[in-house]
């Protein structure tokens, strides 16, 4: 009788442990779909320019970051919602024309996303074509905000074509 009392407790704290675990894992991938969603908004209102979207999913201590080339004015990275508005966002867009677009994957675990694909632009100043090259994006998530965007592409091609010189077209 006593074997059989603690073998039913050892079942019952079983299954209480496992329903704790199910629990926790269900709530993991509920905040993970809030990760991807999140930075899927985010891509959606940078790629748009939808400021007032990019304003409302920033963290206030918000990065963005552009690897590259740091003799092109929009790449490095910068620091708060006001120099991202303010300096990133003007330079970008007086610097650079995208004339193709494409996110091909996604993919997200816990607060990060990433998203890859393909595009190609037209530097302004010189009016070079980049031709199309690949770019991949990290997005921190925390608590339905983004708090970084990491953005890598083939800044090799974009600095060829914002260095080159209109004969190179």
């Not at 920033?58 to 006001?82: A, C, L, R, Y």
């Not at 595009?119 to 997005?139: E, H, L, P, Q």
């Amino acid at each position: 009788m006593k074997n059989k009392l603690i073998l039913t407790l050892v079942v019952i704290g079983s299954l209480v442990t496992s329903l704790a675990q199910a629990k926790d894992i269900e709530k993991g991938a509920l905040a993970t779909k809030g990760t991807l969603a999140t930075a899927q908004a985010f891509l959606e209102a940078a790629g748009s320019g939808n400021g007032e979207v990019l304003n409302q999913l920033m963290t206030d201590d918000f990065v963005w970051h552009n690897e590259g080339d740091k003799s092109i004015p929009w790449i490095g990275p910068w620091q708060g919602k006001d120099v991202v508005f303010k300096t990133f966002m003007p330079a970008f867009g007086a610097g650079l024309k995208v004339t193709s677009w494409t996110t091909d994957y996604s993919f997200e675990n816990g607060e990060q996303a990433v998203f890859m694909g393909t595009m190609s632009a037209i530097a302004n100043n010189t009016g070079i074509d980049t031709g199309k090259f690949t770019w991949a994006v990290r997005v921190h998530v925390v608590d339905g905000k983004v708090k970084s965007w990491n953005w890598m592409e083939d800044s090799f091609a974009v600095s060829q074509a914002y260095h080159g010189s209109k004969k190179d077209k």
